[in-house]
């Protein structure tokens, strides 16, 4: 591989001298030919360039004679004005080569001054306004947060915070317990030997009963949603219905008013009088019986145009954890122990595609076993095998 690039290497130096000895004899074949279509331009743009650079000299020259007070004396350019004669009176047909790289050596020697100040000037433009000149600020987390807040007021939630610090276990921003953790939490756990070693046992109807309270209050209507709801119920019906940037707005404006610790639901209620009576809504009403499988399949709806992440919504976390876990599941091929009887029955209603208003919660168990069964029992007295010695 390394010969192959080697020998591509070669050929385009080959071909970038054949290029350049091509030019060349160009060059020299329309001299010998056509030698005006050379000499005309060359001498009508050198001519133009003398005119300017003869305006500038005089007009320099009387500057300085009126600030100086006639003290300096500067050349009001006679040589100018004489190379100026010799492309004017050029023969173009009959020039030979010799006078004419002299005469445009010479026009280079006024124009050299002219060019070194405009380079200056574009280098100076260019360094000053690129764009790598603007990352010169250096940030931490903290700040990086804070100026990043504009752009992504979705985060606004927690740039206040530092987690980081914070346990992960507790308070409103607590990750989602593990399915030992939960059984432990709810009393739904015992210890049962199994051949020669302890494993975790389910209450079965513990269990049931406890993944039902999960569903939460079934649909009464879009008036009986809490405010949160009624938000994200616009926010899923705006983007289902092609108005993200109605969406958008909203997202926006909930998000950045967290920081003040009080949500802003500023004109979600007269949102909320233009889609109740949606097509998508009654569609969905139809098809699921409870407030969050509701907005589950909303959210659902939400997404075929385009992206909806959970994170947009993040303020939902600390208001309604089990909302924000039902909804962050939503596209995930399992779900999370706390919304797991939610999840389930959300699924069944889906596959029946009707209303259900008994809880389908059976399949949620049969899983949280499953997931138990996995986890290997170890007794506290002999968690010392476990350390590192």
Not at 152 to 178: C, H, N
Request: charged residues 20%; proline residues 3%; hydrophobic residues 45%.
């Amino acid at each position: 591989m390394a010969q192959q690039g080697n020998g591509s290497s070669g050929d385009q130096s080959s071909n970038l001298m054949w290029y350049s000895i091509l030019v060349c004899g160009v060059i020299l074949f329309v001299w010998w030919l056509k030698r005006d279509w050379i000499t005309i331009p060359v001498n009508y743009f050198r001519y133009a360039e003398l005119c300017v650079i003869h305006y500038g000299m005089i007009t320099v020259a009387k500057v300085v004679d009126v600030i100086s007070f006639h003290h300096w004396q500067l050349s009001q350019g006679e040589s100018v004005v004489t190379l100026k004669q010799l492309f004017a009176n050029a023969s173009p047909k009959h020039e030979k080569f010799s006078d004419f790289v002299a005469m445009n050596r010479q026009m280079g020697l006024w124009m050299r001054f002219p060019c070194m100040f405009l380079l200056l000037v574009m280098g100076g433009i260019c360094y000053f306004k690129h764009g790598n000149v603007r990352f010169r600020q250096i940030y931490n987390m903290k700040s990086l947060r804070q100026a990043e807040m504009q752009n992504w007021p979705q985060i606004t939630p927690v740039v206040s915070l530092d987690l980081v610090k914070e346990d992960i276990d507790k308070g409103p921003w607590a990750m989602a317990l593990t399915p030992l953790d939960f059984g432990k939490k709810h009393n739904i756990l015992t210890k049962q030997q199994s051949l020669s070693q302890m494993v975790w046992a389910v209450d079965d109807k513990s269990a049931g009963r406890l993944f039902s309270m999960q569903l939460g209050r079934m649909w009464q209507g879009v008036d009986r949603l809490p405010i949160h709801g009624k938000a994200l119920l616009v926010i899923f019906i705006a983007c289902a219905t092609k108005n993200r940037s109605e969406a958008k707005h909203f997202l926006a404006q909930i998000a950045a008013s967290s920081a003040s610790g009080k949500l802003d639901f500023t004109g979600i209620e007269e949102a909320l009088n233009k889609y109740r009576n949606a097509k998508i809504l009654k569609w969905v009403l139809k098809r699921h019986a409870y407030n969050n499988t509701v907005l589950a399949t909303l959210l659902e709806l939400a997404r075929t145009d385009g992206v909806l992440a959970s994170a947009e919504f993040l303020w939902l976390k600390p208001v309604d954890r089990r909302m924000w876990y039902m909804l962050n599941s939503v596209g995930r091929q399992t779900s999370v122990v706390e919304v797991s009887g939610v999840f389930s029955h959300w699924l069944a209603e889906k596959r029946m595609q009707r209303a259900v208003k008994t809880p389908m919660v059976k399949e949620a168990v049969s899983a949280y076993k499953l997931a138990l069964a996995d986890i290997l029992y170890i007794d506290e007295s002999e968690l010392w095998q476990t350390k590192e010695h």
